[in-house]
């Protein structure tokens, strides 16, 4: 089976940098996902890693150590806009039972002036 | 390209009745997944479905059943429904059934159970 573990919430300051951390313990592994997802609304896509190291995508980047278990969204020069619950999602692989996707219960991140 | 689609976006049931929801993915994508929403349990997996069969299942009682049709649109259904069924139902979908693929999600549906 599948654990993921993120911190519940988080609180940064507009124009700061914040990095959300994620830990997994996977019975299969094929890949680990970052979606956004603001109240109300539904997830939307922000990064995939399947090698280890990082991806950087604009303002948002991830991280990635499969020997960890662990991963880390980083955003940067914090927006009002970039308020919202952030959700790690591993997929496992066939080997292990399936390709679904595990979600953790999602960070939510509070940007204040 | 459009999203992916879900109607209704909002109901309301009472116990015992049954809810079916529909899910059109993006075009071209033939792998339909479900996820139900809640405040304390967050997403869950219910199943994922691809050229109409279902390859997995979430670990849900046998009350929430799907299918999928020949043109990638799928349904899912909740009989007997139950307070705890109060939830967001979301669909994602991906192009194929690979480790790769990244799936995409519809706005959800809202069932509320009185």
């Known amino acids: 089976g599948q654990n993921i573990d993120q911190p519940t919430e988080m609180t940064a300051t507009e124009g700061a940098i914040v990095q959300i951390n994620c830990t997994y313990q996977t019975s299969g592994f094929n890949g680990l996902f970052w979606y956004q997802q603001h109240a109300g609304e539904a997830p939307t896509f922000l990064s995939y890693n399947v090698l280890d190291g990082l991806e950087e995508k604009g303002r948002f980047s991830s991280f990635l150590s499969r020997s960890k278990g662990y991963s880390y969204l980083l955003l940067k020069e914090l927006q009002m806009k970039d308020s919202a619950s952030y959700l790690c999602a591993v997929r496992g692989s066939p080997g292990a039972g399936s390709y679904q996707l595990t979600f953790g219960k999602g960070t939510k991140l509070s940007v204040i002036p | 390209k459009a999203g992916v689609t879900q109607t209704p976006r909002y109901l309301i049931k009472t116990r015992g009745q049954q809810v079916t929801l529909s899910c059109s993915p993006i075009?071209?994508?033939?792998?339909v997944s479900w996820y139900q929403q809640t405040p304390g349990q967050g997403l869950q997996f219910l199943f994922e479905y691809f050229s109409e069969t279902q390859r997995n299942k979430g670990n849900f009682p046998g009350r929430f059943s799907g299918r999928q049709f020949s043109n990638s649109r799928s349904e899912m259904n909740v009989s007997t429904l139950e307070l705890g069924d109060s939830a967001l139902y979301l669909c994602?979908?991906?192009?194929?059934?690979?480790?790769?693929?990244?799936?995409?999600f519809g706005p959800g549906t809202r069932l509320t159970v009185l």
């Open positions: 075009s071209g994508h033939r792998s």
């Open positions: 994602a979908s991906r192009p194929g059934y690979s480790g790769t693929d990244t799936q995409y």
